[in-house]
């Protein structure tokens, strides 16, 4: 392929360059790896045999793009002339407010702490668009500006990232079938703050006419989120591993402690259960680490809950399909996987009721038979799991 095609990158972590890559002009598909730096800095999961993949890393960075399932972004795409949100995510150095990876120019004297925006403060253009809150004239479009989190902003729901007080919220939408997401997102959050489970806190708002949820990052200039898919994809996979066992020694090899981590494991399925979030997959739980020592810190706080309260089911019916823990097909038989729930102190049924029904009671087109039938699922979700809990610390 002509040099006049090929566009130069460093990918960094923070203010250390991990790899020189090459990419297509066009779409920014990788065509080579040409210099390795820190390779104990390249993203988890993107090495084979000690040195960086390329297949593995144009994966990384097609997680890292909007994906081509989000509302309205191929009209978003076609008024901007971009071939794809690769590119788009480019026009903002690949940067996000998960971590600490970034695209600099090759040569470029950028510096992370000029671009990161933990830091400095972004546009919210791209955001009203991508989010179908405005139109943009297509005279303005060549002033609109993309330095923005929003063009790496992983999930098929409409979203944006806002600035308030100096905080970093992420504003997330609703979709079909039942627009619930943004009130199953501050339910599952009422519900873990009254169990005193580690979780990231939702507020619900409306914003011309919509319903949003609201969620400040978790992750701050010096940590960064390591999605659970990246420790299996970093620690080979063994004969008779199961996804959990798998997952478990990837921790234990990280230095993390096996008990800890399945605790905080046996809390996240325990809550899955309870509220019937039937699509915790791993990409939308993981684990922090120190971006500057390489540590890792904890269990992350337990974060996108959306889709749960049988959003996508017209039927409110138990033991809905889940995809966490492929052996286990169902919410019932992953509960099965918990061994620990010595912490676990039930809600009472008026106390659960109440939480589930006031929030729900804003949503401006639920009937109340579906919502009666929710709250008796969770309240007999809530049995099942105190049943449990006697059978193990009988």
Same mark, same amino acid.
């Given at each position: 392929m002509?040099?006049?095609?090929?566009?130069e990158?460093?990918?960094m972590?923070?203010?250390?360059?991990?790899a020189?890559?090459e990419?297509?002009?066009?779409?920014?598909?990788i065509?080579g790896?040409t210099?390795?730096?820190?390779?104990s800095h390249?993203?988890?999961?993107i090495?084979?045999?000690?040195e960086i993949?390329?297949?593995?890393?144009?994966?990384w960075?097609?997680r890292?793009?909007?994906p081509?399932?989000?509302?309205n972004?191929?009209?978003?795409?076609?008024?901007l002339r971009?071939?794809?949100?690769?590119?788009l995510?480019l026009?903002?150095y690949?940067?996000s407010?998960?971590?600490q990876y970034?695209?600099?120019?090759?040569?470029?004297?950028?510096t992370w702490?000029?671009?990161n925006f933990f830091?400095?403060k972004?546009?919210?253009d791209?955001?009203?668009?991508?989010s179908?809150?405005r139109?943009?004239?297509?005279e303005?479009?060549?002033d609109?500006?993309f330095?923005t989190?929003d063009s790496?902003?992983?999930?098929?729901?409409k979203?944006?990232?806002?600035?308030?007080?100096s905080k970093r919220?992420?504003?997330?939408g609703?979709?079909?079938?039942?627009?619930?997401? /943004?009130f199953?997102? =501050?339910?599952?959050s %009422?519900?873990m703050?009254?169990?005193?489970i580690?979780?990231?806190? $939702? #507020?619900l708002t409306k914003n011309?006419?919509?319903y949003f949820?609201?969620c400040?990052?978790f992750?701050?200039?010096?940590t960064e989120?390591?999605?659970?898919l990246?420790?299996v994809?970093?620690e080979?996979?063994?004969?008779?591993d199961?996804?959990?066992?798998?997952l478990?020694?990837?921790?234990?090899?990280?230095n993390?402690? /096996?008990?800890h981590? =399945?605790?905080?494991? %046996?809390?996240?399925?325990?809550?899955d259960y309870?509220i019937?979030n $039937? #699509?915790?997959?791993w990409?939308?739980?993981g684990f922090?680490r120190?971006v500057?020592?390489?540590?890792?810190?904890?269990?992350?706080?337990i974060?996108d809950?959306?889709a749960s309260?049988?959003?996508h089911?017209?039927h409110v019916i138990?033991?809905?399909?889940?995809?966490t823990?492929?052996?286990h097909?169902?919410l019932d038989?992953q509960?099965?996987?918990v061994t620990?729930?010595?912490w676990?102190?039930?809600?009472?049924?008026?106390t659960?009721?109440n939480?589930?029904?006031s929030t729900?009671d804003q949503?401006p087109?639920?009937?109340?038979d579906r919502?009666?039938a929710?709250i008796?699922?969770?309240i007999k979700?809530?049995?099942d799991?105190?049943?449990?809990?006697?059978r193990l610390?009988f």
């Amino acid at each position: 392929m002509s040099r006049k095609n090929i566009e130069e990158w460093t990918l960094m972590h923070k203010n250390i360059p991990v790899a020189d890559i090459e990419l297509i002009k066009r779409n920014a598909t990788i065509t080579g790896i040409t210099k390795t730096y820190h390779i104990s800095h390249a993203p988890l999961g993107i090495t084979e045999d000690n040195e960086i993949s390329e297949a593995r890393l144009e994966n990384w960075l097609s997680r890292r793009a909007i994906p081509a399932s989000r509302e309205n972004i191929d009209e978003v795409l076609e008024n901007l002339r971009i071939q794809n949100t690769r590119k788009l995510s480019l026009r903002s150095y690949g940067l996000s407010l998960s971590d600490q990876y970034w695209l600099k120019p090759y040569g470029s004297n950028i510096t992370w702490d000029r671009v990161n925006f933990f830091q400095n403060k972004f546009s919210k253009d791209l955001g009203e668009m991508i989010s179908g809150e405005r139109k943009i004239p297509s005279e303005e479009l060549p002033d609109v500006i993309f330095y923005t989190p929003d063009s790496s902003a992983d999930g098929w729901l409409k979203k944006k990232w806002i600035i308030k007080d100096s905080k970093r919220i992420l504003m997330k939408g609703a979709s079909p079938l039942y627009k619930q997401e /943004p009130f199953n997102e =501050k339910i599952a959050s %009422d519900i873990m703050k009254h169990l005193g489970i580690n979780h990231v806190t $939702y #507020d619900l708002t409306k914003n011309q006419g919509e319903y949003f949820s609201l969620c400040e990052t978790f992750i701050d200039e010096n940590t960064e989120l390591v999605p659970a898919l990246n420790i299996v994809m970093h620690e080979p996979q063994e004969k008779d591993d199961t996804r959990l066992s798998h997952l478990l020694r990837g921790c234990v090899n990280l230095n993390m402690d /096996p008990k800890h981590i =399945k605790l905080q494991l %046996d809390k996240m399925m325990v809550v899955d259960y309870l509220i019937g979030n $039937y #699509d915790r997959h791993w990409k939308n739980f993981g684990f922090i680490r120190d971006v500057n020592t390489l540590e890792f810190k904890d269990f992350s706080p337990i974060f996108d809950n959306g889709a749960s309260f049988w959003q996508h089911h017209p039927h409110v019916i138990s033991n809905v399909a889940t995809q966490t823990f492929k052996e286990h097909k169902t919410l019932d038989k992953q509960l099965e996987l918990v061994t620990d729930l010595s912490w676990y102190h039930p809600i009472p049924e008026e106390t659960l009721h109440n939480m589930i029904k006031s929030t729900l009671d804003q949503h401006p087109t639920m009937l109340e038979d579906r919502k009666d039938a929710i709250i008796n699922m969770v309240i007999k979700h809530g049995d099942d799991i105190n049943r449990l809990k006697d059978r193990l610390h009988f």
